[in-house]
């Protein structure tokens, strides 16, 4: 049985994730260990207190709490399982639009959308150490607030568990060596 990391199961997406893998065959657990054959984290740290834009007074502590969620305790979980993985050795993350310069359509609150900013650029070079001894990432954006669990759960689930297509004719074309960002219905977002 292959086991799978999710790093929480507190959410009701994490929740509908793990069931997802574990009606497909897999084992769930939340801890970080050896012999896993993916790696989730679906950390989504939106701190109610980061609701400031340019001009009201942002709060650099509300910015550094967030960095903290969403960046270094999963990179810090990711180190703990890294070199111990086996199999599809896939490691996932959650996003969203708001972390995108071009599709985010947030007015106020910078947190979220920096520290996920930031994730994407440091898997960007874990992706290119690590891809060609057999390492593939995914970015996925469940679309919370948009769909319900179950189904952002199920988009995940496939996202996570298929091949990408390959080019190797076109590296621009070949989405499993550029990472790249893709929510619940399929769309890549731009970075």
């Known amino acids: 049985m292959s086991t799978v990391y999710i790093s929480s199961l507190e959410s009701d997406f994490g ?5 997802e893998f574990e009606k497909n065959g897999f084992s769930v657990v939340t801890e970080p260990c050896g ?9 989504e740290c939106r701190l109610p207190e980061d609701d400031k834009a340019v001009g009201m007074g942002i709060d650099p502590e509300v910015l550094d709490r967030a960095y903290q969620e969403n960046v270094v305790k999963p990179l810090q979980a990711l180190e703990k399982a890294f070199h111990g993985m086996t199999g599809a050795k896939r490691i996932c993350f959650l996003s969203s639009k708001d972390a995108s310069t071009n599709w985010s359509e947030a007015i106020k609150g910078f947190g979220y959308s920096m520290s996920k900013g930031a994730l994407h650029n440091i898997l960007t070079i874990t ?3 690590w891809y060609p001894k057999g390492y593939t990432f995914r970015l996925f ?25 390959l080019d190797d004719d076109d590296y621009d074309r070949d ?8 929510d619940a219905l399929g769309r890549e977002i731009p970075w």
């Open 35 to 43: 012999g896993l054959e993916y790696f989730i984290d679906v950390t």
């Open 15 to 19: 929740k509908a994730l793990a069931k």
């Open 141 to 165: 954006d469940p679309m919370t607030g948009s769909l319900c669990p179950e189904k952002a759960a199920a988009a995940a689930y496939r996202y996570f568990t298929n091949g990408r297509y």
């Open 127 to 129: 992706k290119n150490t």
């Open 175 to 182: 989405d499993e060596k550029n990472l790249i960002i893709r």
